[in-house]
């Protein structure tokens, strides 16, 4: 398991400026967002954050991207970006995984036939994907198709593509034993782990990692059972600061270097 930070953690800040952070809390890498930080379609400026990365010696994990699959759908979203933007932006950035959204409705309200259109689409950016050597991770988050276990679950299934899997982070406000059923069931299309702590509220009440501490030892026991390298990477801080960072950055590398043990 390789400890990292999401950029979007800190939209406000400058890649130069996250690079520093993430260097000085002792992480190892970075899933870059496609909103701020990489923006879709911005090759150049893909290719500078790479450089950037790389030169501090830490890796680019991911590219989170914020593709929808309003391509298939009739009414598409203003500011979707392109398929082929997205992966060539991935592409120069580096990244092995690009991360995009099932989606803009849950399961419980979107049409059969929309459904469909997505399950089909997300084959085929996975078979795109895979010629270029770069994973498909799908957004594990509530309003899209992946907003329960089983849906999730049933839609993996439905694509069923090797190179299609899913990021996996709590859901918010629900008990820690569905959490743990729906790391157990999904474990072996897992990716990466965006991780977190909220209070029972959810969002946006961030909590520091170490008061997370029993439920995210239990996570990391399901994760650490099948073996693979995954990243692990703090997503959103308590009170958006810098110290809340840190500290969790510390939290983190303690849970990971606990893992080998």
């Not at 895979?130 to 957004?139: A, M, N, P, W, Y």
Request: hydrophobic share 40%; proline share 3%; glycine share 10%.
């Amino acid at each position: 398991m390789k400890a990292g930070l999401v950029s979007i953690t800190f939209r406000a800040l400058s890649p130069e400026e996250i690079v520093r952070q993430v260097s000085a809390a002792g992480l190892e890498g970075i899933e870059w967002g496609g909103d701020v930080h990489v923006p879709h379609g911005r090759l150049l400026r893909a290719k500078e954050v790479r450089r950037l990365t790389e030169d501090a010696g830490l890796a680019v994990s991911a590219y989170g991207s914020y593709y929808r699959f309003d391509d298939c759908i009739s009414h598409c979203a203003e500011d979707e970006p392109s398929w082929n933007a997205v992966l060539d932006t991935a592409c120069e950035l580096g990244a092995p995984s690009v991360r995009v959204w099932a989606g803009r409705l849950g399961s419980a309200a979107i049409s059969g036939e929309h459904r469909s259109r997505i399950v089909e689409r997300c084959r085929e950016i996975g078979e795109q994907a895979q010629g270029r050597g770069i994973t498909v991770d799908l957004e594990f988050h509530d309003n899209t198709l992946t907003d329960t276990n089983d849906s999730t679950a049933l839609f993996l299934d439905e694509v069923a593509h090797p190179n299609v899997f899913t990021l996996w982070q709590p859901y918010l406000s629900v008990e820690q034993g569905y959490r743990l059923r729906g790391l157990r069931q999904l474990l072996g299309k897992v990716s990466n782990i965006h991780c977190n702590h909220f209070a029972k509220e959810g969002w946006p009440h961030s909590l520091l990692l170490e008061e997370g501490e029993d439920a995210w030892s239990e996570f990391l026991e399901v994760l650490r059972s099948d073996g693979r390298e995954r990243w692990i990477s703090i997503e959103h801080v308590k009170g958006h600061e810098l110290e809340s960072f840190r500290r969790d950055a510390a939290t983190l590398r303690r849970w990971v270097a606990g893992m080998g043990e």
